[in-house]
């Protein structure tokens, strides 16, 4: 009896040869972890849109590559966790339609509001809570005590920034007709903030009130510190910034990406994100 025979094994002439049927199945499982592995790579893609709001969120330039230490914590969290970050540097409004479009999955900071526009979803933690305060000459003893304090100064804003959600009260002041003599709308692009503490320097403007941060970075990098101050307090509620994650993201997916954040900014409370803030240079106030 041949061997074919006891191997049960009936050979025509249209029968593949055994390697050749070794061979798909094998390709078959090469095919599947390639296009596994590229899934999971695109899967592990964040887009991030951004503005540009020195010391929290900077565009890299020739001159550093540094992106503010929002962008570091966002970096730090996602990066923790596989992920691959591609940034968009773009205006405020522009960013906002990108995640609104899906093109961006997040903007790490925004004002937080109830009655926000639809296309995107409020991360539970907050970027940071950042308190207001004022700056004035070095020699000005004036403190704020509420809008009666500020009547009869001049004071520095820019075309259509609202302070409503730190002070209604402020922002009703500087929107009412009657003070328009004593609010200086200052327009322009990037370098708001630095002229108007130059105004002040100049004893053209009084006061003005920011983020606190803000003004502790423009101070250092003009180096006023010995011609204006920093007083507080500032208005009466912080500025409080929140994450915003595009609706066009699958429910799942979306859901993971505001829990990485959530868990990883609680992680970064406290010592360690005094470290991202010391690298600019700039402190939070104690409450």
Known sequence: MS????????KTNHQKPVSNLLLRPLLLIIFLAVYGTA???????????YDQWVP?????????????FVIDMVEQIYSSKGYTLEYYEVPLARGLDMV????????PEYLFSKNAEKGFVYANQATFAY?????????????????????GKRIATGPGWDYSSMS???QRYIDDPKNANFVNVIAGSDDVVDRILRMIKENRIDLYAD???????????????HDLKIVRPGLEKKLVEMPIFSEKIPVAKRQELIRIWDEGRISLKGTKEKI????????????
């Open 168 to 170: 209604a009260d402020y």
């Open 100 to 107: 609104a479009e899906g093109l961006c999955d997040i903007l």
């Open 211 to 225: 983020n606190e941060l803000v003004l502790q970075h423009v101070l250092q990098r003009l180096n006023f510190n």
């Open 39 to 49: 899934n999971m790579a695109y899967a592990a893609t964040l887009k991030v849109c």
């Open 131 to 151: 308190a207001t305060a004022f700056i004035v000459r070095r020699d000005d003893p004036w403190r704020y005590k509420g809008i009666q304090s500020i009547k």
């Open 3 to 10: 061997n074919d025979k006891v191997l049960g094994i009936k």
């Open 276 to 287: 991202f803030l010391k690298k600019y240079n700039v402190t939070l106030a104690e409450d």
């Open 56 to 68: 929290m969120t900077i565009f890299p330039s020739q001159e550093s590559s540094s992106r503010g």
